[in-house]
């Protein structure tokens, strides 16, 4: 299953990054270095828009910053991803927590998915 991640925007900038609310640097965050914190980043919001729920990547001055759409969509990927992993993994899958619900039912989500890649069971 493939997407494509959508960068364009139909306007200039809208959310610049504030340096001087946020305790992470900016330099940090777009060079990927990794962080454990808790902190929630600050940015500043000229205007929001009707484009707002259709974009991916929203238009930024520093760290990149994705929408609550691509944020919620990839959430759901990966919570489908980890209980195939859990009730029907793989040969190569090396997580200590693959398997770890192996012969339990599937959501109906995963199931779906799990048709639509053709996989038995």
């Known amino acids: 299953m ?14 610049v990054y504030s340096d001087d609310e946020n305790v992470i640097s900016q330099y940090d965050l777009t060079e990927g270095t990794k ?10 919001v000229d205007k929001i828009d009707n484009y707002i729920e259709s974009y991916d990547l929203l ?11 691509f944020k919620e969509l990839l959430s759901d990927m990966l919570r489908i991803e980890r209980e195939l992993s859990e009730k029907m993994p793989g040969p190569k899958n090396l997580e200590s927590w693959a398997g770890s619900k192996k012969g339990q ?7 779906t998915i799990r048709k639509k ?3 038995r069971h």
């Open 59 to 69: 238009p930024t001055i520093g760290p990149p910053l994705v929408s609550q759409k």
């Open 105 to 111: 039912g599937l959501s109906n989500e995963a199931e």
């Open 2 to 15: 493939y997407f494509q991640f959508s960068d364009f925007y139909k306007r200039d900038v809208s959310f």
């Open 35 to 44: 962080i454990e914190a808790d902190d929630v980043l600050q940015y500043e």
């Open 117 to 119: 890649a053709g996989v």
